[in-house]
């Protein structure tokens, strides 16, 4: 298993920028596919974006060209830089890690509000 703790998360206006971050326990990142993903009030948990052991990105449609995920494997973190946000990208966002069999690691997730 592996232990993720998010951090960054806040309230920023519309249009802004926030970087969130997501500490490993252990270095997972040239394993595993790890990511983020958030679960607005009231809506599914959605994918944002994931990054592989290899460095291959995926992104919702929803954020590309707008959010950036990276690695550093020194720091044991995973962070998702938020361009140009949205009040749409309100929600509690989550990091994953997929450690594969069927065994996912989350943590605890970060709020992120955006006011019009």
């Known amino acids: 298993q592996v232990q993720l703790v998010e951090s960054g998360g806040g309230l920023v206006q519309s249009g802004g920028s926030l970087t969130l971050s997501c500490a490993a326990s252990?270095?997972?990142?040239?394993?595993?596919?790890v990511g983020w993903y958030r679960q607005a009030p009231g809506k599914q948990r959605e994918l944002v974006a994931t990054i592989t052991s290899g460095g291959t990105t995926n992104y919702a449609d929803s954020v590309k060209g707008r959010f950036t995920i990276s690695r550093d494997f020194a720091k044991r973190r995973l962070d998702l830089q938020m361009n140009s946000l949205k009040p749409e990208d309100t929600a509690v966002y989550y990091c994953n890690a997929d450690l594969g069999g069927g065994l996912k690691s989350w943590g605890r997730g970060t709020q992120v509000t955006v006011s019009s």
């Open positions: 252990r270095n997972i990142f040239s394993i595993y596919t």
